[in-house]
């Protein structure tokens, strides 16, 4: 492959890779909103948007991974940079490498985000399961005689099944 076809390959990987970074972003954005309600089917839907925008990013790398090493070059950031310098002398994709690296930075943020909004909510309805039914349900910690220490704490049981 001459330079001039690699290069033209990045340039069409990034202008994906920026797109589905930004589509990513917005579901992102839009699955924080749909975790502070309760609208189970949206969170669903939100959360298999997101996979396959996932695996869209992941097959856009593995592309990418076997164009480095197609032309002899590391599969990581060096080696990109390398076939980069080798196909772009002019520098013209770096800024679309960066773009896409701080965008996937935010992204991550965003998602991590989100999984606090998760873990909040799921130790709101253990709380929740744990005052219904007199028994805590996180169990953390063992006694001395290997059980859950938590067990031995008392509860109000308010119903029974």
Known sequence: MDPLVCREH????????????????QLLV???QILEGSDVQLI????RARQERMGAL????EQRRSLCAA????????????????????GS???????CAARAVRCRE?????????????RRVE???????????????YGPRGYEAAALRSGRVLGAA
Do not use: I, K
Request: negative net charge.
């Open 44 to 47: 669903e839907q939100t959360t």
């Open 71 to 90: 032309h002899g070059f590391g599969s990581d950031r060096s080696g990109l940079e390398a076939v980069m310098a080798w196909c772009d002398a002019g």
């Open 110 to 122: 965003l998602n991590d985000h989100n999984a606090v909004l998760v873990t909040a909510r799921l």
């Open 93 to 99: 994709l770096m800024g679309s490498l960066r773009e």
């Open 127 to 141: 709380s929740m399961l744990g005052a219904l039914t007199g028994r805590p349900t996180r169990r953390d910690t």
């Open 30 to 32: 839009r699955e924080a």
């Open 58 to 61: 992941a097959r856009l790398e």
């Open 10 to 25: 990045l340039t069409e990987l990034f202008r994906d890779e920026a797109h589905l970074l930004a589509e990513l972003e």
